[in-house]
């Protein structure tokens, strides 16, 4: 069975602080991890990686994964309140069929 | 264009009532999806449609039923729910299969009483 497991499941921190969270995974026929960042509704899309040791950006937002050890990290410097959200990893997996495995996500809270 | 949208955004029904929860995606995606999500958890796939063909139905009960009338639209009819149905219904649509960077919609909170 497929699995995502992200660390933090929760996380507060002050504005201007610099966070990473993390995602794990393993699957049957890896194709490619997902960022996503979720406030009150709907999941926003942030990263989708595919290659090993590429950083993408976006902002103040950064993730890389490794594909030899199975994981990825997303960092978000110089935190903002308005970077409070759940954040989800998600897996895209299996051959010639569709599967996408979400973690749990985690929780971060920026404070003032 | 690069938005999914969902309506309603709120629905209230009771447990012998037929509603239906509508999806629409302009962005010339062939691939759409529904996701069910509930408080604190990560969305659930409940249906993939590629091509405005039904690809994969994760055991999902049949009182939920879904249909792709064309490639922009997505429905997803529900009659006699249950309570423990209640939760964000999320829609989402892809380029294509397997091209995994779905877009979002806003969701619709469903409440069954």
């Known amino acids: 069975e497929d699995k995502v497991v992200q660390s933090p499941l929760s996380l507060v921190v002050h504005e201007g602080d610099t966070v990473t969270l993390n995602c794990s995974y393993e699957v049957t026929n890896f194709r490619s991890l997902l960022w996503y960042k979720q406030e009150k509704k709907a999941p926003t899309f942030l990263f989708m990686l595919?290659?090993?040791?590429i950083e993408k950006k976006s902002g103040r937002l950064s993730s890389i994964l490794d594909k030899k050890e199975l994981f990825s990290i997303l960092n978000i410097t110089a935190t903002q309140t308005g970077d409070s959200a759940v954040y989800l990893c998600?897996?895209?997996?299996?051959?010639?069929?569709?599967?996408?495995?979400f973690g749990k996500g985690t929780k971060l809270s920026v404070i003032p | 264009d690069t938005e999914v949208t969902q309506t309603p955004k709120h629905l209230v029904m009771g447990m012998t009532n037929k509603k239906s929860l509508k999806c629409e995606q302009h962005m010339g995606h062939r691939a759409m999806y529904w996701y069910k999500q509930k408080a604190k958890k990560p969305p659930e796939l409940m249906f993939v449609?590629?091509?405005?063909?039904?690809?994969i139905n994760e055991s999902v009960p049949s009182r939920f039923s879904p249909e792709c009338p064309n490639s922009s639209l997505l429905n997803l009819h529900l009659h006699a729910l249950q309570p423990e149905d209640s939760a964000l219904y999320l829609c989402a649509s892809s380029r294509s299969i397997p091209s995994d960077t779905q877009y979002f919609g806003p969701g619709t909170r469903l409440t069954v009483l």
């Open positions: 998600a897996v895209g997996s299996g051959a010639g069929s569709y599967q996408l495995t």
């Open positions: 449609y590629s091509y405005e063909k039904l690809s």
């Open positions: 595919t290659s090993s040791g």
